[in-house]
C-alpha cells in the first residue's frame, strides 16, 4: 500500500464466483474515500484458478448522487421483475456455466467487448 492511503474500515460481500469488497481509504491529507472493488474467480483448464479485478473509486463529493441513482435502478429491477431470481440454466448446467456462455443472439456489431483495468 502506498504512503499516501491507508485502510479505515472494510467489508465483503461473498456472491458465488464474485467478491465484492468495500474498502474505505484515507488520503495524506486525511481525507476518506471508497473503493469498490468486484474479484471474479476463473478457473484454467488445468484447475488452477486467476482472479479478475474491476475498482470503482468514489468520492465524497458523489456519494448522494451515487446512492439516489443506485437506489432508484434497483428499485426499478425489482418493480419490474420483482426479486425473484430469473435464471436461463437447464438442470445440467450451473450457475457457473451460464455466466462463461457467449452471447449467441446478438449479431456481429450490436456488442463491443470492453476490457477495464484496475484504476
Same mark, same amino acid.
Request: proline share 2%.
Given at each position: 500500500?502506498?504512503?499516501?492511503?491507508?485502510?479505515?474500515?472494510?467489508?465483503?460481500?461473498?456472491?458465488? %464466483? %464474485?467478491?465484492?469488497?468495500?474498502?474505505?481509504?484515507?488520503?495524506?491529507?486525511?481525507?476518506?474515500?471508497?473503493?469498490?472493488?468486484?474479484?471474479?474467480?476463473?478457473?484454467? /483448464?488445468?484447475?488452477?484458478?486467476?482472479?479478475?479485478?474491476?475498482?470503482?473509486?468514489?468520492?465524497?463529493?458523489?456519494?448522494?448522487?451515487?446512492?439516489?441513482?443506485?437506489?432508484?435502478?434497483?428499485?426499478?429491477?425489482?418493480?419490474?421483475?420483482?426479486?425473484?431470481?430469473?435464471?436461463?440454466?437447464?438442470?445440467?448446467?450451473?450457475?457457473? /456455466?451460464?455466466?462463461?456462455?457467449?452471447?449467441?443472439?446478438?449479431?456481429?456489431?450490436?456488442?463491443?467487448?470492453?476490457?477495464?483495468?484496475?484504476?
Amino acid at each position: 500500500m502506498s504512503e499516501r492511503e491507508q485502510d479505515i474500515f472494510s467489508k465483503a460481500l461473498r456472491a458465488g %464466483r %464474485r467478491t465484492y469488497f468495500f474498502d474505505v481509504k484515507s488520503t495524506k491529507a486525511g481525507d476518506y474515500y471508497l473503493t469498490i472493488t468486484e474479484s471474479k474467480k476463473f478457473t484454467n /483448464d488445468d484447475g488452477s484458478f486467476h482472479f479478475k479485478k474491476h475498482k470503482i473509486y468514489l468520492y465524497k463529493e458523489d456519494f448522494n448522487e451515487f446512492k439516489s441513482i443506485l437506489e432508484e435502478t434497483t428499485n426499478f429491477i425489482i418493480g419490474e421483475k420483482g426479486e425473484e431470481i430469473i435464471s436461463d440454466y437447464t438442470p445440467n448446467q450451473t450457475p457457473s /456455466d451460464v455466466e462463461n456462455q457467449e452471447v449467441e443472439s446478438t449479431s456481429e456489431g450490436e456488442f463491443t467487448d470492453l476490457n477495464f483495468d484496475d484504476i
